[in-house]
């Protein structure tokens, strides 16, 4: 079993800045993927960007140049850097890690709010 715990979640202003973090303990094996993925009031959850453990990054289109993901391995640790949020960013931010065995692992979510 892997756990996930997420902090980093709040309430800014329109141009400002979050980052998120997300710590996996557990049976982890030395390959997989971390990422986060975000689900808004009445829409479904959605990709917002993915690291490999090889350092492979993968962005949604709408974060691409505004956010960052990167990963401790040293600490099974994932991290999103939010800047320029937007309004349209305000959702609950699930962090998830992929393994290629065992399938996804999702932790509990936190929310990110963009006031305009």
């Known amino acids: 079993q892997v756990q996930l715990v997420e902090s980093g979640g709040g309430l800014v202003q329109a141009g400002g800045s979050l980052r998120l973090s997300c710590a996996a303990s557990?049976?982890?094996?030395?390959?997989?993927?971390m990422g986060w993925y975000r689900q808004a009031p009445g829409k479904q959850r959605e990709l917002v960007a993915t690291v490999t453990s090889g350092g492979i990054t993968n962005y949604a289109d709408s974060v691409k140049g505004r956010f960052t993901i990167s990963r401790d391995k040293g600490k099974n640790t994932v991290y999103l850097q939010m800047d320029s949020l937007k309004p349209e960013d305000t959702a609950v931010y699930y962090c998830?890690?992929?393994?290629?065995?065992?399938?996804?692992?999702w932790g509990q979510g936190t929310q990110v709010t963009v006031s305009s």
């Open positions: 557990g049976n982890i094996r030395s390959f997989n993927t």
């Open positions: 998830c890690l992929r393994d290629a065995y065992e399938g996804d692992y």
